[in-house]
């Protein structure tokens, strides 16, 4: 099957974990044509976007390769990785991003975030343009077309109702597994590189350097005060952008999941869930927010159903979140 398709719709509807692993087992061997990173990026860009979907699973182009830009920006010129299997050359994203930096001068110590939003926004496109061609149709491809649709005109893809499921319910161990191929890859194909502490590398490479965009949006909510103990929040003591899912799992930013914490919660909640009774207070808050207009423009709470947040909570569990935390000291 060519990966230069333009269409690519679903051959079969019911797909058991057995096949979806078999998926993932020839995506990860040498039987699956890997000479660049982009199906892995691909993949991490999936997981990230995973509560991006909407009620049809469908997710658009620009929320997917907006991931995929910021991965392959902070892999390419923040870590200084080559994504390709031939040293001395580079691959056609990859050229993409070292263009755009050359062209604006902008020094290897800035991470994909903190360029301005016109910038991130020209990268994205360009990179959307050059992966609809050669990485929607690869995985494609390499799954018999079973584990999603997609349609290069109108820039979206939708995820089989089974893959989905399973993602949702492995979604620990297929980060962990993409992860490792990402960064043997990068090992292999990089002499000069920085490769030292690669694995970790890979790991943070979608995160954000600050939240500061959520806080600003968050603080006239909270009043100054902590979304678990409700104390309010000292100046000395600095304010916190909480994930309520622990980003560890989630591996993405979206409103609906981020609360403002004073540090001692944040600090000794660190990657625990917190205790149900605050699951239910965020779907109150949650609701709250979407009776707030500007909050009904956002694309993350678009998507956002109390429902999803509910299965998040439950997918946590399941992929191995079992502490439950509570804070010290509850003030209401
Ligand atoms: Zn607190």
């Not at 990860?28 to 892995?40: A, E, G, L, Q, R």
């Not at 580079?90 to 993409?96: A, L, N, T, W, Y």
């Not at 050059?130 to 929607?136: A, D, I, P, Q, T």
């Not at 949006?217 to 600095?238: P, R, T």
Request: glycine share 4%.
């Amino acid at each position: 099957m060519s990966h230069k398709l333009q269409i690519g719709e679903m051959q079969s509807s019911y797909l058991t974990d057995k096949d979806i692993w078999s998926c993932f087992n020839y995506i990860f061997s040498p039987k699956s044509k890997n000479s660049t990173t982009y199906k892995f990026v691909l993949i991490k860009s999936i997981i990230e976007n995973l509560y991006n979907v909407n009620a049809s699973l469908e997710l658009s182009y620009d929320q997917l390769f907006s991931s995929f830009a910021k991965i392959y920006w902070n892999l390419v010129i923040h870590h200084d990785l080559n994504q390709i299997n031939m040293i001395g050359k580079k691959s056609e994203v990859q050229h993409i991003l070292l263009e755009a930096q050359a062209k604006q001068q902008i020094p290897n110590t800035l991470v994909f975030d903190k360029l301005s939003s016109e910038l991130q926004l020209h990268i994205i496109s360009k990179v959307k343009k050059r992966c609809k061609l050669n990485v929607m149709g690869a995985i494609y491809g390499d799954t018999n077309g079973t584990i999603y649709d997609f349609d290069n005109k109108k820039e979206f893809v939708k995820l089989n109702g089974s893959f989905y499921s399973f993602m949702q319910r492995f979604q620990r161990v297929l980060t962990y597994l993409t992860n490792y191929h990402l960064a043997l890859f990068l090992e292999k194909f990089n002499e000069k590189g920085d490769t030292t502490k690669l694995l970790l590398k890979v790991e943070n490479v979608s995160k954000r350097s600050s939240l500061d965009q959520f806080y600003s949006v968050l603080e006239s909510f909270y009043n100054g005060k902590c979304f678990y103990c409700g104390k309010a929040i000292k100046k000395k003591d600095g304010v916190h952008v909480d994930h309520f899912i622990p980003w560890s799992f989630v591996q993405a930013d979206q409103l609906w999941n981020l609360v403002l914490s004073c540090s001692s919660c944040n600090l000794s909640k660190s990657d625990k869930l917190a205790d149900t009774d605050y699951l239910h207070a965020l779907i109150d808050r949650n609701d709250h927010f979407l009776t707030i207009s500007s909050f009904q423009l956002r694309e993350d709470m678009q998507v956002y159903t109390a429902n999803k947040l509910q299965q998040l909570y439950q997918y946590s569990i399941d992929n191995g979140y079992t502490d439950i935390w509570i804070p010290n000291k509850r003030i209401n």
